[in-house]
């Protein structure tokens, strides 16, 4: 089951995808702008900016007969709290294991001694 902030995690796993994403956070932008900055087409800015709206990381507004992009900051919430949530796990991974180590340390500390002894080379 893929979550909010993987999916945006997803799309920013493309090179141009991530330029034009930090490209928006400096400021909101056209189409025509970001074509200017990049090595693509407008064409293929434009399927770029629509995989980032899709992904909820980027929204857009009429301005006359064009239309800004900018970055939407729920989006980029959703990724800072799926980070969190995922080092938080890997936090509490490893914490349950150094505690069982201790404890298996302090438990038979002979044994624990005697096994670095014969790994040491």
Excluded: C
């Excluded at 857009?60 to 900051?73: F, M, P, S, V």
């Amino acid at each position: 089951m893929e979550t909010y902030g993987s999916g945006g995690i997803a799309a920013l796993g493309d090179p141009t995808r991530r330029a034009i994403f930090e490209s928006l956070a400096r400021k909101p932008k056209p189409v025509g702008e970001l074509a200017a900055e990049l090595p693509v087409s407008r064409p293929a800015v434009s399927q770029h900016l629509r995989v980032l709206k899709e992904a909820g990381l980027a929204t857009d507004r009429a301005d006359g007969t064009r239309r800004i992009y900018q970055i939407r900051q729920q989006g980029v919430q959703a990724i800072h709290g799926y980070l969190d949530q995922m080092w938080g796990q890997a936090m509490a991974g490893f914490q349950a294991e150094a505690e069982r180590a201790a404890s298996q340390a302090s438990a038979d500390p002979q044994n624990t001694i005697s096994n670095h002894r014969q790994e040491e080379p």
